[in-house]
């Protein structure tokens, strides 16, 4: 994998919010990044209807050509089609005729040759959306594909592939164990930490915080979002509580003064795990922080 792929991937983990733009609107781009999203993402797929999709990608090549022109072009990801499709082709058309993409999004991803074919053909780093029980079989060998950056998942489009009914307890359960395979396959396979699904509520900033502080805490990179103003609330609820953040400054400082790998703050024992965790809060705060 040649070095500029090499480095898209490593800073796909610090885009916290990727907000999705229908390709549609191209007019939204701009408002997209002046939301303050760390990623934005030209959806060319759901977002579009089939007539409309021709269209489409000659607004986005002309917006384009247009912010290149005025020097002006902010790197964007594009939601590109389902692999195997008529429109799929195209879309790889296009992504051709836009050579610094920031990457792409493969919707209805199931294959590791598809995420192969994207890479070699463009060049891009791929997140694939796992959106069917398909899909989500072969996370192991999709992980070892060419190119591929990260995944993410359609949890409405796996819901209804698995007959699971949305807004359950037991839809949360089948949330959390896609969350889980995802976090530990992408570990083993040193891709970037998968990102979290959509909140469909952009009104409900409290279940979106709280949406946050779960993925968050079990190890996910960022989410993706469907509203401008879910892009504060996603950042305002990563940002660390004090009170950890004093903790951990604390811990790094005196194992960096002492050197002993066994010690004490406020009464708690501090050893190696707890060292570890402390520098991973710190590193995580300083990234929010650029």
């Given amino acids: 994998m040649d070095s500029l792929t090499n480095h898209k991937i490593n ?24 939301s303050g999203a760390d990623a934005v993402i030209v959806d060319l797929e759901d977002a579009v209807a089939k007539q409309d999709k021709a269209a489409a990608r000659d607004a986005l090549k002309n917006y384009y050509d247009e ?38 999004l493969l919707a209805k991803a199931e294959r590791a040759e598809d995420i192969d074919s994207i890479h070699q053909l463009t060049g891009l780093p791929v997140i694939a959306l796992i959106e069917s029980a398909i899909g989500l079989y ?32 037991s839809a949360e359960i089948v949330a959390n164990q896609i969350r889980y395979q995802l976090i530990l396959t992408s570990k083993v396979h040193q891709l970037s930490p998968p990102i979290d699904t959509i909140y469909p ?40 509580i004090d009170k950890a953040l004093a903790f951990a400054t604390r811990v790094i400082e005196e194992y960096e003064k002492s050197g002993q790998a066994v010690f004490k703050i406020d009464g708690e024992m501090v050893d190696a795990p707890v060292i570890a965790r402390s520098r991973q809060l710190l590193e995580k705060q300083r990234l929010l922080a650029k």
């Fill in 11 to 34: 800073t796909i983990s610090q885009n916290k919010t990727w907000l999705f733009v229908p390709a549609t609107r191209i007019d939204r781009i701009d408002k997209a990044f002046a």
């Fill in 67 to 104: 912010q290149n022109a005025k020097q002006t072009y902010r790197p964007i990801w594009l939601r590109i089609n389902q692999a195997g499709s008529e429109e799929f082709f195209k879309d790889i058309v296009l992504c051709q005729k836009m050579s610094n993409l920031a990457g792409v």
């Fill in 138 to 169: 072969q996370i192991d060998s999709m992980a070892k594909a060419v190119g591929l950056a990260a995944f993410s998942y359609g949890f409405l489009d796996l819901c209804n592939d698995l007959q699971v009914q949305v807004g359950t307890p």
């Fill in 201 to 240: 509520d952009f009104k409900d900033e409290s279940g979106l915080s709280n949406r946050v502080n779960l993925w968050s805490k079990m190890g996910m990179a960022g989410m993706l979002c469907i509203h401008p103003k879910q892009v504060a609330t996603v950042q305002q609820a990563l940002q660390p």
